[in-house]
């Protein structure tokens, strides 16, 4: 029983190491989503920080701030799905066939 346990550990380190790795590699990937047409642009990395937005100056209305808004939100909100898409399909490979809530 207990070269089992031991044995156990050892996967269970290996899996922790790989997934340390793994969540390195997604904080440092690079994601971008547009909006209106490539109007607005954001960018983000892997840890959700918003690392460069870039405006169209033809989008830039004084007397539509509302829009320029919108797609400033719109661009983000894709931007950190993408993020969140991505963070569950890599590290969910760690998680399938465990029943673990709250994992990721």
């Known amino acids: 029983m207990k070269g089992n346990m031991n044995n ?11 997934m340390m790795k793994a969540q390195d590699e997604l904080h440092e990937m690079s994601f971008e989503a547009s909006a209106g ?3 607005v642009t954001v960018r983000a990395n892997g840890k959700k920080e918003i690392t460069d937005v870039e ?14 808004q919108d797609l400033i939100l719109a661009a983000t909100n894709d931007v950190l799905t993408q993020i969140d898409d991505k963070t569950n399909d890599t590290m969910g490979q ?3 066939g465990m029943n673990m809530p709250g994992m990721f």
Do not use: C, R
């Open 8 to 18: 156990m550990m050892k996967q269970m380190q290996k899996m922790q190491k790989k």
């Open 37 to 39: 047409g490539s109007m």
């Open 55 to 68: 405006i169209k100056e033809e989008v830039v209305d004084p007397d539509d701030i509302e829009m320029l």
């Open 94 to 96: 760690f998680t399938k």
